[in-house]
């Protein structure tokens, strides 16, 4: 039994207690917060064994194995490094820390200590995304991808996270580096890093802010990028977030040498897009018959799998195969679901990213006073 | 406008006087904004009103415009900082603590309900000029598990020890609230009253409230049926919580607050396809409603939450067994009683409803 410590018992916790609940093999015996009502009330529902308000008590008598750090990210450095220097392997929510340097020293540590660790980045164990995955390692797109585009929108206007951090000049979003893009284009750099070979890729990022959130008095926060990535040897890959795009996307597009594939992580659908010659008017008809045959098939997984309830949504799904996957390599010393070259990568892109940005930006006005 | 005659004897009812600083958190809300309205209405001279940094402040403009008085002071922050909270309490007499959680997730709104009035509680005990604290609750903390169909739903019902089994992060939140306030009152000496008004009616909400039915479906389920609806018009509300501030003697008490002659839900739904728009409905028996919920819940479990345990007996039991309510504590103690009739009131939201459908 993998005995199980959370720190920091805010919304994302009860999706990690929610999962782990759900893992044969997995207990939550201790939950901690510095705020002893919010610890008290997740030890309440989850029926924890132990709560605490402080985290070197529950390394030291919570009796955890596998602590799951889901506090706001500034402190995802030391908490990670306290939990493995106490000889817990380290699960650490998404964005993993500050910026690559900090990454690559918890890595480091774990690596010399002999413990696992890995982070949040759920959107890479989607259904889709599981499958994508298989399709890959059987060589489907005929080697390494020559071009990706990796699309990861974000709606401003719905979500209560995103109004409570808008309205919030000290809300800790707001104090990340790179802001309200540090907190949430991890899903979509992570997909484009699995597949980059080199440490060090080229990036060329541009952002700026919408129209939208310019009208409402936040010119100070950017919200739309897009970005250019270029590998050591040839492949390339785009990157766009949106928070004005319609739908919200969530794709994922490889292009490979011989043929190519679309996860539509959106509706749990993966396409093949063959590299087929129809003679005539045949490719006018044929290939839209292949599409529908491809539709039909994915509707028929998706039901599928929902009668057999392994339908959760997308990043629920996602929470808990990267946990399953992250449990066994603790218990079976298989490989970590995520390498951690995918996670410094991915960190060093964003780094690059957010630095470019800084750099593009003009002073804007200041934010409205607190009080009036 | 009208103030309302309070007769200079009745002001020796009152822990207070007019000249005294009283908060009111959530200000701008919905019936925040009528508890303030009817402050001002009282005679009071400094309200203090603290609202969300992220929120327009025209309702509170609204009122300041409409008493041409200096009595309003605005503080927009956010009660998880604890500068807003000393600010807040900074020589307050009497708080009528409206601000709570409305979020999805049991976190959020033990955060945003529990927290910040722990918080809050900390800075005015700090100040040491408190003389009552009125915590707005919610009827929706009641177990109604030991009331038969049709029984008496009051202050001396037990509240549900086991609403997270509800998945009703609202309720979880405001029963938190209450401990907090509880706790207070029992280690820190804290002089409270807790209000827990029905659901609020009137212009400024037009939405059906969920207690008579729901739409998730696609087609409008009526549930309520035969039951009494614990309504209260908002400025009713707002009055009651207001007299739950000032009147003399009533520390430590509950008080739930609905109007008179509670309307039944199906008598509701009918005048509001007459008066604001027609659409069809289907009558869901109370039972049938009970099943598809324990089956809903009995599935969520199976499933380990494929779909989330929304509909489940507890809620279902909590919102459409059917109760009756009584507000004659509310009546006895604070000497209130509601000005707005319920037919005037109904006919007010009514014609708020019809307005919003209109524009739509």
Partial sequence: MIKVGIIGCGKVADQHATQIQRIRGAEIVAVCDSEPLMALQMHERVKAKKYFTNVKEMLEGGGVEVVHITTPPQSHFQLGKMCLQAGCHVYIEKPFTLNTVEAEELVSIATQKGLKLTAGHNAQYTHAMVRMRELVRKGYLGGKPVHMESIYCYDLGDMSYAKAFLGDSGHWVRKLPGSLLQNIISHGISKIAEFIRSDKPLVIAHGFTSQFLKNIGQGDIVDEVRVIIKDEDSTTAYFTFSSQIRPTLHQLRLYGPNNSLIVDDDHQIVITVKDREYKSFARYFLPPLDYARQYLGNWSQNVNKFLHNDFHLPFDAGMKALIEGFYSSVTNNEPLPLSYREIIVTARIMDDIFAQIKNQQTPTRSVAPEYV | ?360
Avoid at chain 2, 184 to 193: I, N
């Fill in chain 2, 1 to 360: 406008m009208n103030f309302y005659k309070i007769a200079n004897e009745a002001w020796a009812e009152f822990i207070l006087n007019q000249n005294e600083i009283v908060l009111v958190t959530g200000a701008n809300g919905f019936i925040g904004s009528r508890v303030v309205r009817t402050l001002l209405l009282y005679g009071f001279k400094r309200v203090r009103c603290l609202t969300r940094a992220t929120s327009n402040s025209r309702s509170l403009e609204f009122i300041a415009s409409e008493f041409n008085t200096v009595s309003l002071e605005i503080i927009k922050g956010n009660l998880l900082s604890s500068d807003t909270c000393k600010m807040a309490a900074e020589g307050v007499s009497v708080v009528f603590h409206l601000a709570a959680g409305i979020d999805k997730s049991f976190p959020g709104c033990v955060l945003n309900s529990a927290v910040t009035t722990r918080n809050l509680l900390d800075a005015l005990i700090e100040m040491k000029a408190l003389k009552r604290f009125v915590n707005i609750g919610s009827l929706a903390v009641y177990s109604n598990a030991k009331i038969r169909r049709g029984g008496l739903l009051d202050e001396s019902c037990e509240v549900d020890r086991e609403l997270a089994e509800r998945h009703d992060p609202y309720a979880y939140g405001k029963a938190k609230q209450d401990e907090v306030v509880l706790e207070y009152a029992r280690t820190r000496s804290l002089p409270y009253v807790i209000v827990r008004p029905g659901l609020t009616i009137g212009p400024g909400k037009a939405k059906i409230p969920g207690r008579v039915g729901i739409d998730t479906f696609g087609v409008f389920l009526h549930l309520g049926l035969g039951n009494r609806m614990p309504f209260t018009y908002v400025d009713n509300c707002a009055e009651a919580i207001v007299l739950a501030g000032l009147r003399k003697g009533i520390e430590g008490e509950v008080i739930n607050i609905v109007d008179d002659d509670l309307p039944r839900s199906s008598t509701f739904l009918r005048r509001y396809k007459k008066q604001v728009r027609r659409f069809a409905s289907v009558p869901i028996p109370y039972r049938l409603f009970y099943l598809f919920n324990y089956l809903w819940a009995m599935y969520s479990e199976w499933s380990e939450g494929q779909l989330p345990p929304v509909f489940n007996p507890r809620t279902c039991a909590a919102y459409f067994k059917g109760n009756t309510y009584s507000n004659e504590k509310a009546k006895r103690l604070l000497g209130w009683h509601p000005r707005v009739k319920m037919t005037e009131g109904l006919d007010r939201f009514y014609a708020y409803a019809r307005e919003v459908v209109n524009r739509k």
